[in-house]
C-alpha cells in the first residue's frame, strides 16, 4: 500500500489499536451480538405463530408471505428512515428493521418445512388421538426442524451484516467503528470491524449448527439437514 | 408540523424534483455529475450506478457461470462465494473501498455494489447449465454436434429461466444496495435521507424512505415482467432463483 494519512504509517492491520482500544471494540462487538441474538429471538416468536397460520388457513398464506416479501424488498437504509421519525434514533429502530428483514426466510422456511412433513407421519399421530397443539409440537416441528434451521442460518448471518447499517440511525454495533474509521481515515478501525463481523457471522452459524445437532440426535448421521436448505 | 405532513411538503414541492441549479452540474475538471438537491438527478443518478454495478458483475458472471455449468465444475466454489457475500457487511466494503486507494465517491459505490451483484448471476448461471437434463445432453451430442453447439443451441436455451432469475435477483438487490452511497460521499437517493438524518429533518427523511422504497419495488416489478417474458411458456412454473 503506498497509501499513507498525511505521512503517518497508515496500516491495515494493527495489534497496537487493539491494545489502545480494545475496550471500544469489544464494547461495540457486544452490542452487535446482543443485537443479533435478540433480533433472531424476535423474528423466530413472531414468525412461528405466522408460519402455523399460513399453514392452518392456506387463504392466509399469499398475503402473508407476500407482505414478508414487499418488507424484505425495501432497503434498510430506506426501512430505518421509515422507522427513525416515529421510533428515534438508536436501538428499537435497528431492532424493528432486523426483525423485519429475517421475518421472511424464518417463515417461508417454516412454511416449507410444515408442508413437507409425511402425511402418513401426520395421520398416524392423529390416528393416535393427538391433539392438534400437540401434533404440532411433537410431531410436525421435529420433522420441520432442519428447514427451519436452514432459514435460521441465513437469517442469522444476513443479520449481522445488517446490523452496520444501523450507523444511519447511530447504533450500528461494529458499524460504528467502520464508519468513524473512515471519518478520520483509520486504516486498522475499519478493517479490524470487518474482520469481526465476518468471525461473528461464522460463530453465529456454527453455534446454530452445533446447536441444531444437539436437537436433533436422529438426523447426525444421516445428510438430511444439508439438503433442505431452501432458496434463500 | 406533523413528520408526515413535512414529508408530503417536500414531495409537493416542485423544487424538490428539479433542484436548485437543474439537473445536471460540472465538476472542477469540467465532467458532467448529477446535482444532488434534486429528486429526479438522483433518481438518474442512481439508475446509472446500478446499471453500472449490475453490467460489470454480469460481464463477469455470465460467462464465468456459464463455462463452469457446461463443466459441470466448480459449483462448490460458487457455493462459498454466495455464502461468503452474504456474511459481508456491504458498509465495510464501502468503507474499505472509500478509505483505500479507489477512494470516496460513486466509483468506491459501483465496484462495491458490483461485488455483491455477482454471486446470485453467478450460481443461477452455474445451476441453470449444470441443471440440463443428461439426456438431452447426451442426445445432441449423439446428434453430431459440437460442444459449442451443445452448449450454446441446447444448454443455453434451457437455462434462460434460470439466467433470468439471477439478473432479476441481482438487480433488485443492486438498485437496494446503492442508497448506502450516500454514507461514502456517493450520490444516489440514498442523499436524501442521509441528509435529513443530519440536519434532523425528518420529514425528509421519511420521504426518502418512500422514494427509495418505491423505486426499489418498482424495478423489482418490472425485472419479474422482463424475467416472464425471458421464460419460455412451458418452464414458467420451473423456473425458481437457485441463489
Redesign the interface.
Known sequence: ???YGRGVDNPWLSLDYLRRSGDEVWEHLVIHASLTVQALAIAIAVAFPLAVLARRVPRLAGPILGTAG?LY??????????L???TGIGRTTVLIGLVIYALLVLVRNMIVGLEGVDPDVVDAARGQGYSRTRLLLTVELPNALPSIVAGLR?AA??T??????G???GY?GL?QL??R??QS?Y?AQ??T??LL??AL??VM?LAIVLLARWAMPWARSGRRARGRRA?? | MS?VSDAWDYLTTAESWTGANGIFGTNFDGSLRFQRDSIIALTLEHLWMSFAAVTIAAAIALPLGLWLGHLGRGGGVATVIS??S???????LL??F????IGFGNRAVIIAAAIFAFPPILTNAYTGMSGVDRDVREAAFGQGMTRWQVALRVELPLAVPLLAAGMRTST?QT???V??A???AGGGL?VI??T??ATQR??Q??A???L??AL??GI?ALMARLERRATPAPLRNRA????
Open positions: 500500500m503506498t497509501l414487499v424488498t425495501v432497503p434498510s437504509l430506506a426501512l430505518f428512515a421509515l427513525a421519525p416515529y441465513i448471518v444476513t449481522v451484516a445488517l446490523v452496520t447499517v450507523v444511519v440511525v450500528g458499524g467502520m464508519f474509521g473512515l481515515n486504516h475499519i478493517m470491524a470487518t463481523c465476518l457471522a461464522l452459524d432458496a434463500a | 413528520t455464502n461468503v452474504r456474511a459481508m457487511p456491504t458498509l465495510a468503507t474499505l472509500a478509505a483505500s486507494a433488485t438498485v437496494a444496495t442508497p448506502l450516500a454514507l461514502v440514498g435521507i442521509n435529513g438524518l425528518y420529514g427523511v421519511l426518502g424512505g418512500l427509495v422504497a426499489c419495488l423489482d425458481t432463483a437457485a441463489a
